[in-house]
């Protein structure tokens, strides 16, 4: 296929990710952050649960902004006839955002099956399907050749990443030279005015709406302590510098709640 990249084959649709499919869910999300191999299987199998209800949940949790955001991102870091990975795809929206900024193609990996389905849909839907391949994909393992895509970008991901360093050092090597990464996360508050808002948002109001709107009884509350366990804004530009990209961007969104960083490989 013109613009596809090499190595995401039909092959890479099944591999084997390594993570346990428990089905158990800790009473206290805590404990995930304890043994990271536990967090991978827990964070695979929630959002395969998930996956009919992510999207209302998206809408619900940031006031229909969050498309908005994936815009923005993929508008920073597209060019014309860039070929895309992005990692964690989920149902596809930021793939389908690089498209609207002029990508030829992209391809999205993610671990959970649920949701991939739902990205395929779309992308027939809208009659994409031949410009966009999501397969199954680990982002610290991806099955792609060194320097083959124009732009690695990520929305809402990173922070589920057990092994964080490893998915930068993967996203620089799928990188050309003066490739773009985008990332949208939501990150670890630095002290402000604005932060106790923020908690309340996160720690109560998220969880009782995740439980009511996907019926799933944690998946929400493990949001909120995944977030404190990530890294401030500040400290994911030095950890993408650390890999080797220059930040030439840091924009924050919602309140201060949502950072938007856009790097190059150096």
Known sequence: MPGSLPGATAEARTP??????????????????????????????????????????????????????RRRAAQAAV??????????????????ACLDAGAARVTGFDFAGGMLAGARRKAHDRGLADRTEFALGDATKLPLPDASADVWCSAFVVRNIPDLDAALAEAHRVLRPGGRLAVLEIPKMERGLLRPFARVHFNQVVPRL?????????????????????????????????????????????????????????
């Open 210 to 266: 995740g439980r009511l709107i996907s019926g799933h009884r944690t998946a929400y509350t493990y949001l909120p302590v995944s977030v404190d366990h990530f890294l401030t804004p500040r400290e994911f530009t030095q950890r993408l510098r650390s890999h080797g990209f220059e930040v030439t961007q840091v924009r924050m969104l919602m309140f201060h709640t949502v950072a938007m960083h856009i790097a190059v490989k150096r």
């Open 79 to 96: 060019r014309p006839g860039d070929v895309v990975v992005d990692a964690g795809t989920g149902t596809g929206d930021l793939a389908f």
């Open 16 to 69: 084997r990710l390594g993570y346990a499919r428990s089905m158990t869910t800790p009473g206290d999300p805590e404990r995930l952050f304890e043994a990271d191999a536990d967090r991978a299987g827990y964070v695979q199998t929630m959002f395969t649960e998930i996956s009919g209800r992510y999207d209302l949940m998206n809408r619900l949790m940031t006031l229909g902004r969050d498309q908005s955001w």
